[in-house]
């Protein structure tokens, strides 16, 4: 019948309330210019794990080879632990990651814009036309954190961000290299701090190109959101 075996497409879980905010989202910014864009910092953070656990590797062997090393796969439980790395980005710059110690709560966000993307904000766009995007984690919608950006709309704006909505935000893409970059690398890494290096120096290294691509693709995504409805 041509029925094959796949993996199942992996999509946001959207319901009937989160569809009509993405829309509603994109219609708000179907007529953004290049120049708006360019005015958008974009944030995110992500987990990096010393053993790769997510997803599922295919391998072809004949009966009876199972247990050979060539294919077989060893695994250590969560991963064999990992970091959090929190990173923004806008057309001008890459902004220094910020390695997370911690599980990412208000306070800690808080330090976070406070300390890194404040600066970098005000470095970017010295005249205060500058955008900052970040999605509806609980540490990012917190009171304080809240109060804040209040507290700074004379410096630059918070976007209003569609739930469940990984696919619009171009920062996706940037971990996506990284993870690829650092699954490739030989030796793999070992510890937590050979991980902390080897994710530090891979962002340092990407290209302007790069980042200044997933900008310019922004008006995309909000086209291919308008088409799905």
Known sequence: MGLCSRRPTRRPLLTKRHRQLRLQWARGHRDWTMNEWKRVAWSDESQFLIHNVHGRVRLRRLPGEQLLPSCTA??????????????????AALRPVVVVEQTMKAAKYLNIIADQL??????VFPTG??????????CHKARIVLEWFEEHTDEFHLMSWPPNSPDLNPMEHIWDVMERELRAQTPPCSNIWTLRDSCLDIWFNLSPVMHQTLVASMPRR???VLKAK
């Open 222 to 224: 909000i086209a291919a």
């Open 118 to 123: 404040h600066p970098y904000m005000t470095f």
């Open 74 to 91: 060893g695994h250590t439980q969560a991963g064999g632990g990992g970091i959090m790395l929190w990173g923004t980005f806008s057309w």
């Open 129 to 138: 036309n500058g955008i900052f995007q970040q999605d509806n984690a609980p």
